[in-house]
């Protein structure tokens, strides 16, 4: 997939840069991406399918609000799962959320969010109700520096009732 090639050449684009780039951030504001594993269950007329995705990518901007406080905006696509009969279902949500970080240590630290969002499912059969909704969710996850300006993310994310997921990334702070 284009997408993760695209990301796996921007990860090493930033680990080969991250000792020339061992300066503080200057504005606070923070940008990830990940590669999710997602758990989807979208409703069908008939019954609920459940379906693993490997097939998606997370790009998330954040804003610090403080020392423990952030801001986020992100764009996550969960993969295009296809079931029985070729039913392809898409998974697509925008969110805002708002955070707290906890220190562990000096270079790890804890965080939960709860975020808001437009979640679009779409299909191209009418076994699948069509949503565009807003929601509601939560994540927790952990955050580890390399060094002042890079680190790794992994993260928990739930939306709602039918999708939730794992997602593990790098971010580059600005």
């Not at 796996?8 to 504005?27: E, R, S, Y």
């Not at 000096?106 to 109700?129: F, I, P, Q, Y």
């Not at 996850?141 to 794992?166: C, F, K, T």
Request: glycine content about 8%; overall charge negative.
């Amino acid at each position: 997939m284009e997408i993760k090639a695209i990301l796996t050449a921007a990860v090493l684009a930033g680990a080969a840069t991250a000792n020339a780039g061992d300066t503080a951030p200057q504005h606070g504001f923070q940008l990830q991406a990940a590669l999710p594993i997602a758990h989807l269950s979208p409703k069908t007329v008939t019954d609920i399918k459940d379906h693993i995705s490997t097939e998606g990518v997370s790009i998330t901007s954040r804003s610090e609000l403080g020392q423990t406080t952030f801001f986020d905006f992100s764009f996550t696509t969960l993969g295009s799962p296809t079931f029985e009969r070729d039913m392809n279902v898409d998974y697509q949500t925008f969110d805002i959320a708002i955070g707290k970080r906890i220190a562990l240590n000096e270079r790890v630290n804890l965080t939960a969010k709860v975020l808001t969002g437009h979640l679009s499912v779409s299909s191209d059969t009418e076994n699948v109700k069509v949503t565009h909704a807003y929601h509601v969710g939560a994540g927790v996850g952990l955050e580890a520096s390399i060094n002042q300006r890079y680190g790794v993310v992994a993260e928990l994310v739930s939306w709602d009732e039918d999708a939730y997921a794992a997602t593990v990334g790098v971010y580059c702070k600005f």
